[in-house]
């Protein structure tokens, strides 16, 4: 006798409403129920369907599934989806993963191990096939209906599941696959989303099998190699968002091992999927997480997946297929370089986490906050940096500045600094508010004069500015971090469009003026900002997303 029932419906939208009764045909006699969005004409809205979707489940059902009309379902499906329940009653359990995604990067991980499970990461909880516990699904629909019109649904779920101490799991490989039909709720400018790892064909069994404990989570995104590093310590998880090769150069590897090999310029997706792969078998290797013997065909798949993921918010279908197995390529020679280089420093034991603390590195003042924590990791293990004194206290100032003394230098540099945005950063700023928005579907707005100068600056571009001061030691010591030419409120507005969210843009009277940063004032020799502004923005969007809301006293409002 099974101790768990399964309750199932799929959630749709009238547009599509005949894929989703074919769902319902293919499934098992009477399992899969159609639910239809409330209000099909008002603004579209994945929240609204989903919480009608929730609210139906059986009577006598212990767990809820719900899946989304434009999913391909496995062979073995609804067979996998019932060991799981029996597996893991009290876990929410996600059926799918994006391939750009952290927790898509905790899956590759799962693949290498050989789990069929994975925990999940701090990132938004993937919603297209979810499985909840009934008390659960119950307690999302109030916390729903009192949200609705702000976050999506898998942000919502993550913060909720996270505040209750639901367990969360991912499958390895996933149970469904994206049909991207075409997004009725606005997600289309994310390109092609597909799995991390799907296997039509994989069949049910060890479902207990679960990797838990992953602390390091490379992963490529809107081509950039990116890293999620867990903050060690007690208290609520959180993670640093971190550049992969920022994160393997603070790691100790060396600098030409962090260039594809070849005789030329590697292009962005070699390089991206070579840079995400190394971390990948490094930190495989520095915690003993080998590949079997016999890699699996989830494993292949997943590697197989890097190199496309990370392209495919600006790359065409065609040009995603055509790169993908020289990238896959990439990604193995990563790997194997990546588990080389941990088993090196294994045996010289010059892994960071076995290193002395350096005699002469920088000293911190008022780095005891997230941004703090991002600027510290960034300058982590720099051998240029020689022994000083960085002080933030008044970075989150209205004349923020960051003052560097060497211990040599009884004068100490002043840095005049602008508009810092970026992991770590507040809502709470002229470049937070509008993020802020545009990650909740409203219009960004420009508050006052839109000519209005603002001078933004990406937390590792502010981290480079205090690397170079400490290294060439410029003979003026009052300087400017800020970009030569600042952009308007207008022109922010536009980009955070463009990075973050396709909102509309408005404007407002009022006053909200920018960071003054005096003209007259040098900025570092030798420095300028090397961070794209839509990397950035959608770097800081992430971030609030994800940790910077969890830190927030009104993080449970809208």
């Known amino acids: 006798m099974t101790r768990q029932r399964l309750s199932a419906v799929v959630m749709t939208h009238p547009r599509r409403r005949a894929a989703a009764e ?28 989903a919480l009608a979707a929730w609210s139906e489940i059986e009577d006598g059902a212990t767990h809820q599934l719900v899946v989304q009309d434009d999913m391909l379902l496995s062979e073995s499906f609804y067979e996998r989806v019932r ?12 059926l799918f993963a994006l391939w750009d995604s952290r927790n898509g990067a905790a899956v590759r991980f799962g693949a290498m191990a050989g789990a069929r499970w994975v925990d999940a990461v701090n990132e938004y909880f993937p919603c297209v096939a979810i499985v909840l516990p009934r008390r659960v699904a119950e307690g999302f629909v109030a916390y729903g209906r009192q949200r609705l019109g702000g976050w999506p649904d898998d942000i919502l779920m993550h913060r909720y599941l996270s505040d209750n101490s639901v367990p969360r799991h991912v499958a390895v490989p996933n149970l469904v696959e994206h049909d991207d039909r075409g997004s009725i709720s606005g997600n289309a400018f994310r390109g092609p989303r597909r799995s991390v790892c799907f296997l039509p064909e994989d069949r049910p069994g060890e479902e207990g099998r679960i990797l838990t404990g992953l ?20 208290g609520p998880r959180r993670w640093l968002h971190l550049d992969a090769e920022q994160y393997l150069r603070g790691a100790g590897l060396p600098a030409a091992l962090l260039r594809p090999p070849g005789t030329g310029p590697a292009g962005a997706d070699v390089r991206g999927t070579w840079l995400t792969a190394l971390a990948m078998g490094f930190e495989a290797g520095r915690t003993g997480l080998a590949v079997p013997p016999t890699a699996s065909a989830a494993y292949a798949e997943a590697v197989a ?13 065609e040009l995603i297929a055509r790169r993908r197995e020289p990238l896959a390529e990439v990604a193995h020679r990563a790997l194997r370089a990546g588990r080389e280089a941990a088993a090196e420093h294994r045996t010289h034991r010059t892994h ?28 982590a293990d720099r051998p240029e940096l020689s022994a000083a004194v960085i002080d933030l206290t008044r970075l989150h100032g209205p004349e923020p500045e960051v003052t560097v003394r060497p211990h040599d230098d009884p004068v100490p540099y002043t840095l005049g600094v602008g508009e810092v945005y970026g992991p770590g950063c507040s809502r709470h700023t002229l470049i937070g508010r509008m993020v802020w928005d545009a990650l909740r579907s409203r219009p960004v707005t420009v508050v006052g004069d839109p000519e209005a100068p603002v001078h933004p600056v990406y937390v590792n571009d502010l981290a480079d500015a205090i690397g170079t001061v400490l290294r060439d030691r410029p003979e003026n010591h009052d300087l400017v971090v800020a970009a030569e030419k600042p952009c308007t409120t207008a022109e922010l507005a536009r980009a955070v469009h463009e990075a973050v969210r396709p909102v ?22 030798g420095w300028t900002p090397a961070t794209d502004p839509a990397r950035g923005l959608h770097a800081f969007a992430q971030w609030l997303a994800y940790e910077g809301v969890l830190l927030e006293s009104d993080r449970l409002a809208d």
């Open 22 to 49: 074919e769902m319902a045909l293919n499934a098992p006699s009477g399992l899969l129920r159609v639910v239809m969005d409330p209000d099909p004409t008002g603004t579209p809205s994945v929240l609204r369907t």
């Open 83 to 94: 060991h799981a329940i029996e597996e893991f009653p009290d876990a929410a359990l996600a």
């Open 215 to 234: 602390t390091v989570l490379p992963f490529f995104k809107h081509g950039v190699a990116q890293c999620a590093v867990r903050v060690p310590g007690p």
């Open 305 to 317: 997946t890097i190199g496309p993921g990370g392209i495919s918010n600006a790359g065409t279908e």
């Open 352 to 379: 960071r986490t076995h290193r002395p603390r350096r005699p002469d590195g920088p000293v911190w003042r008022g780095a005891a906050t997230p941004l703090g924590e991002h600027l510290v990791r960034a300058l």
């Open 504 to 525: 509309p843009v408005r404007t407002a009277p009022g006053g909200d003026p920018g960071r003054h940063v005096p003209a007259d004032l040098a900025r570092p020799p």
